[in-house]
């Protein structure tokens, strides 16, 4: 048997909703796609997409109950975002923003850092 898989969606649980999808929206241009809320109010999950029509969505859920930070480990994990427009221009508004947390000029990239602290490493859209 051949099984083929497709990427879908990538969670992150977040300790404030409405923070972070103001962070996803300002920073790399997500949207909100589609909201579940549980009839319990113990959770709520968002689905963020980008603007480029792509299946793949970033999925943010918050949590009612959780009152302590959510432990990343050793942030060995990260999702990549490749940007379009002046890349340059892009890493000087997130660098504003004061989100970069690790920058690899060297390769040509460099991570920002959302309100909970997961990692998006950032790309140019079209590979060099």
């Not at 879908?8 to 909703?17: A, E, G, K, M, T």
């Not at 603007?51 to 970033?58: A, C, H, I, P, W």
């Not at 508004?93 to 959302?114: A, P």
């Amino acid at each position: 048997m051949e099984i083929k898989g497709k990427f879908d969606h990538y969670n992150f649980n977040v300790s404030n909703l409405e923070r972070s999808i103001t962070f996803y929206e300002k920073s790399l241009g997500l949207a909100e796609y589609k909201r579940t809320t549980a009839e319990d109010g113990s959770f709520i999950i968002v689905f963020l997409r980008d603007g480029y029509n792509s299946d793949f969505m970033l999925e943010l859920t918050w949590l009612r109950d959780r009152k302590e930070p959510y432990s990343l480990g050793d942030c060995e994990f990260h999702l990549c975002m490749r940007v379009d427009g002046d890349y340059d221009e892009v890493r000087k508004f997130h660098r504003e923003m004061g989100c970069i947390c690790y920058e690899n000029e060297k390769m040509g990239l460099y991570f920002i850092s959302d309100p909970d602290g997961y990692w998006i490493e950032i790309l140019p859209l079209k590979r060099k």
